[in-house]
């Protein structure tokens, strides 16, 4: 029986990404796909049954697909050069698990399904969770299928070349019917139970959180014919709205708000760019707080853009509000796992779409930096196996 860093190290060098450092296997690149494969892989071995329904997302079943069942699972995809356990370790865990359960001669008496959700960090298309917003109609479909990666592919092309109908994308009741319960294992991303806390934490609540465009425009010229008083450089512009951001997000206690990805167009060293899009990540347990946040950046942008001759407009591509796990799913898991705290999360999952579904849950497994999102996450032999440990007594204990 292999443990879950054994089961993580099998797919130690897929994606991983050579000049950030660190993974990046964004939804249907050849890394995903083959970390679908590998999933697919285990399970089959493990006599689970497998199958892949219209929105990508991949079920790997003990017992006869049906509805109510208990489901556990987490996404194979990552940010670019992120970790390697933020999305894997909640599968691979739900492997370990099964083997547990199977070798304690557990009788389930309902089915139990291993999930894997596309595109949950949105890396390529921009949505946060898109596969579980998809099954569930958290997003319209429309806008779904015409998200455009990096290259301008849509996410109807691209999940058309990946054996799924575009046509067919989007809610699924008869899967969603089969979801009794979802409980997700993940990485801790923070530090709750810090360098020495218990390994085991449950989820209680999931930050709101959401995400906006900003375009800034100007005029691109040369950068060594231009005199700096003819300029209307929109680079100045995002310089200054960074800065805002960073002011407007300390002003708020329990705020969150970043700018991790900035294009300037066309990006040339010698040229003055004639747009820059940079993208807000902004975050709150209140919706009225963030819209704030959000709404104080947006002025000073417009402010700093007009003193510099740009324009800028400012697009919301997703937000979700703060959500809280099902109560009752979660006082039964607490009290199957003594000692193990409750802990809300910064970070989205899909546990946090399923949960205004579905009864969801969450377990955290210690990750002693708490830095995640980067190649420095970890988690150690001993933490990664309670996990599966705990993951195996709380299925055990729902099944
Ligand atoms: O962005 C998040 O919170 C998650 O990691 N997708
Ligand atoms: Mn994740
Ligand atoms: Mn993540
Ligand atoms: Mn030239």
């Known amino acids: 029986m292999e443990t879950v860093n054994q089961l993580l190290d099998s797919i130690k060098d897929v994606g991983r990404d050579a000049v950030r450092g660190g993974y990046s296997r964004a939804v249907y690149s050849t890394a995903e796909l083959d970390l679908r494969s590998w999933f697919i892989e285990q399970a089959r071995q493990r006599g689970l049954d497998v199958e892949t329904d219209r929105n990508g997302i991949i079920w ?24 390697a356990f933020d999305g894997p370790l909640g599968v691979a865990s739900a492997l370990a698990a099964v083997d547990l359960l199977k070798a304690r001669r557990i009788q389930p008496r309902r089915s139990l399904a291993i999930t894997a959700f596309p595109e949950e960090e949105g890396s390529r298309f921009g949505v946060a969770c898109l596969g579980s917003r998809l099954l569930t109609g958290a997003i319209d479909v429309d806008k779904a299928r ?10 109807a092309d691209v999940a058309r070349a990946n054996g799924l109908d575009p046509r067919h994308i989007g809610t699924d009741p008869e899967a969603m019917a089969r979801i009794g319960d979802f409980v997700e294992l993940h990485v801790e991303q923070g530090i709750g139970l810090g360098a020495h806390g218990p390994s085991i934490a449950v989820g209680s609540s999931i930050l709101g959180h959401g995400r906006w465009k900003l375009s800034i425009s100007g005029q691109g010229n040369h950068a060594g ?19 805002a951001v960073r002011q407007a997000a300390s002003r708020e206690p329990d705020a969150r708000a970043t700018v991790g990805r900035i294009i300037p167009v066309p990006g040339g060293t010698n040229v003055i760019a004639s747009r820059v899009d940079l993208w807000l990540d902004a975050r709150h347990p209140d919706d009225a707080v963030t819209a704030r946040v959000v709404e104080a950046i947006h002025g000073r942008a417009q402010r700093v853009a007009a003193e510099e001759g740009c324009t800028v407009t400012l697009t919301e591509e997703s937000y979700s509000g703060t959500v809280h796990f099902d109560p009752g799913l979660t006082r039964s898991i607490s009290a199957m796992l003594p000692g193990a705290p409750v802990l809300a999360t910064g970070a989205g999952h899909d546990a946090g779409v399923l ?14 930096s708490g830095i995640s999102h980067s190649p420095e996450e970890h988690v150690t032999d001993e933490d990664a196996d309670a996990g599966a440990a705990a993951l195996a007594d709380v299925l055990a204990g729902l099944l």
């Open 225 to 243: 014919t231009t005199l700096m008083a003819d300029r209307a450089d929109p680079m100045v512009a995002a310089a200054q709205t960074i800065l």
């Open 355 to 368: 949960a205004g579904f579905v009864p969801s849950a969450m377990l955290f497994v210690r990750n002693p």
């Open 60 to 83: 790997a079943w003990w017992g006869n697909p049906q509805d109510g069942a208990l489901v556990t699972g987490s996404h194979l995809d990552s940010v670019p050069g992120g970790g």
């Open 146 to 155: 015409n998200l455009r990666d990096g290259d301008g592919n849509t996410f």
